[in-house]
C-alpha cells in the first residue's frame, strides 16, 4: 500500500549573509532560480511582491542577463486603497524602483483598479475612520468589491489552469515588520484567521494608511516557494521570536506552506544576531 505524502509543513530554512550586497546577491540568484523552474513547466512565472524595501532588495536581478522579465506575471502581496501614484503605493514602489528600468511591461503587473469608487472615497484627507467603516454596511461592501475584484485578477491567471481550491504561485516574496506583520496581515487581527477569501480588505490597519487589500494565509501558503526578506538590528528581537518560538500569533511565523511548498528566510548577519535557529549556508 502505497502511503500518501506528509502534509506537514518543512521547516523554515534560514539564510544569513554577511552584508547588504551578499544578501541582494543571494535574493537575485534565488529568484533566477524559481523562475528558471517555473518557465520550464508552464513558461510563465507568475510572483507576488510586497511594499516596503522589497523593490531595494531585488535591484540585484537588473544588471543579469537570465532574467527573463517578457514571462513574468506580477501580483501584489498586499496593496493600500490609494492613487497608484500616491506615495504609499506599494505599486509604485516596485514600479518605479524596480520593472521601470526593466523590460517588463506595465500590463504584466496586476495593479488595482485606479478608477475604482473607492480610491475616491477612502483618499485622501476625507478618509472615513475605521469607526465610521465599522457602522457602515455600504462602505465595508464598497471595500469587498476592491477585493473581489483584484481576486478575480488571481482567478483569470491561474484558474485556467488549475484545479485547486487556492491559486499556486511560484514565489511570494515578503517583508516582515517590528509586530511580526507581513503583507497587511497583522498580530491579532481577524483577517489573519480567514479561511476561505484569497484577497481579503483590512480597514483598520495599525500602519497607516489604514485601508488595504491583502493576500490571505491560505493562498501564501499555498505557494511553491515563500521566501522573507529582513535585514538590520532592528528585526533580531522579532526574527529570534519567530524562528526560536513560532508557536506565537506572529503572522511571519504562520507561514508555513504545504508540500512541497517551503518558506525561506534571506537575512543579514546583523539580523540573525540572536536567533538560534539552524543556519544553511546559501549555495545553487
Same mark, same amino acid.
Given at each position: 500500500?502505497?502511503? =500518501?505524502?506528509?502534509?506537514?509543513?518543512?521547516?523554515?530554512?534560514?539564510?544569513?549573509?554577511?552584508?547588504?550586497?551578499?544578501?541582494?546577491?543571494?535574493?537575485?540568484? $534565488?529568484?533566477?532560480?524559481?523562475?528558471?523552474?517555473?518557465?520550464?513547466?508552464?513558461?510563465?512565472?507568475?510572483?507576488?511582491?510586497?511594499?516596503?524595501?522589497?523593490?531595494?532588495?531585488?535591484?540585484?536581478?537588473?544588471?543579469?542577463? @537570465?532574467?527573463?522579465?517578457? *514571462?513574468?506575471?506580477? +501580483?501584489?502581496?498586499?496593496?493600500?486603497?490609494?492613487?497608484? #501614484?500616491? !506615495?504609499?503605493?506599494?505599486? *509604485?514602489?516596485?514600479?518605479?524602483? =524596480?520593472?521601470?528600468?526593466? !523590460?517588463?511591461?506595465?500590463? %504584466?503587473?496586476?495593479?488595482?483598479?485606479? #478608477?475604482?469608487?473607492?480610491?475616491?472615497?477612502?483618499?485622501?484627507?476625507?478618509?472615513?475612520?475605521?469607526?465610521?467603516?465599522?457602522?457602515?454596511?455600504?462602505?465595508?461592501?464598497?471595500?469587498?468589491? &476592491?477585493?473581489?475584484?483584484?481576486?478575480?485578477? =488571481?482567478?483569470?491567471?491561474?484558474?485556467?489552469?488549475?484545479?485547486?481550491?487556492?491559486?499556486?504561485? #511560484?514565489?511570494?516574496?515578503?517583508?516582515?515588520?517590528?509586530?511580526?506583520?507581513?503583507?497587511?496581515? +497583522?498580530?491579532?487581527?481577524?483577517?489573519?484567521?480567514?479561511?476561505?477569501?484569497?484577497?481579503?480588505?483590512?480597514? #483598520?490597519? !495599525?500602519?497607516? !494608511?489604514?485601508?488595504?487589500?491583502?493576500?490571505? +494565509?491560505? &493562498?501564501?501558503?499555498?505557494?511553491?516557494?515563500?521566501? $522573507?526578506?529582513?535585514?538590520?538590528?532592528?528585526?533580531?528581537?522579532? =526574527?529570534?521570536?519567530?524562528? @526560536?518560538?513560532?508557536?506565537?500569533?506572529?503572522?511571519?511565523?504562520?507561514?508555513?506552506?504545504?508540500?512541497?511548498?517551503?518558506?525561506?528566510? $534571506?537575512?543579514?548577519?546583523?539580523?540573525?544576531? *540572536?536567533? %538560534?535557529?539552524?543556519?544553511?549556508?546559501? %549555495?545553487?
Amino acid at each position: 500500500m502505497t502511503s =500518501l505524502p506528509s502534509q506537514t509543513p518543512h521547516p523554515p530554512v534560514l539564510h544569513s549573509l554577511p552584508g547588504s550586497s551578499d544578501l541582494i546577491e543571494a535574493v537575485a540568484k $534565488f529568484v533566477v532560480k524559481a523562475q528558471n523552474e517555473a518557465i520550464d513547466k508552464r513558461d510563465k512565472f507568475t510572483i507576488a511582491l510586497s511594499g516596503g524595501s522589497m523593490p531595494k532588495n531585488l535591484t540585484g536581478l537588473l544588471n543579469r542577463n @537570465d532574467v527573463k522579465w517578457d *514571462k513574468w506575471e506580477v +501580483f501584489l502581496a498586499d496593496e493600500r486603497v490609494v492613487p497608484l #501614484d500616491h !506615495p504609499e503605493s506599494n505599486f *509604485k514602489a516596485i514600479y518605479d524602483e =524596480l520593472f521601470s528600468k526593466t !523590460p517588463v511591461n506595465i500590463s %504584466q503587473i496586476h495593479a488595482l483598479n485606479p #478608477d475604482h469608487d473607492a480610491i475616491k472615497k477612502f483618499f485622501p484627507d476625507s478618509s472615513p475612520s475605521a469607526k465610521e467603516i465599522d457602522e457602515s454596511e455600504d462602505l465595508q461592501d464598497m471595500l469587498e468589491d &476592491v477585493a473581489d475584484e483584484y481576486e478575480k485578477k =488571481l482567478v483569470n491567471a491561474f484558474a485556467a489552469r488549475e484545479a485547486a481550491r487556492f491559486p499556486t504561485f #511560484d514565489l511570494i516574496l515578503l517583508g516582515m515588520g517590528p509586530d511580526g506583520h507581513t503583507g497587511s496581515l +497583522f498580530p491579532g487581527h481577524p483577517v489573519s484567521k480567514e479561511s476561505e477569501r484569497w484577497i481579503a480588505y483590512v480597514y #483598520d490597519s !495599525p500602519k497607516p !494608511p489604514p485601508v488595504r487589500i491583502t493576500l490571505t +494565509f491560505p &493562498v501564501i501558503n499555498h505557494a511553491y516557494r515563500v521566501a $522573507f526578506i529582513a535585514a538590520g538590528e532592528g528585526k533580531q528581537d522579532t =526574527l529570534h521570536q519567530i524562528l @526560536d518560538s513560532p508557536s506565537g500569533d506572529l503572522p511571519c511565523a504562520k507561514v508555513r506552506p504545504a508540500p512541497p511548498g517551503k518558506v525561506y528566510w $534571506f537575512v543579514d548577519d546583523a539580523a540573525s544576531g *540572536k536567533t %538560534q535557529y539552524q543556519k544553511t549556508p546559501f %549555495q545553487l
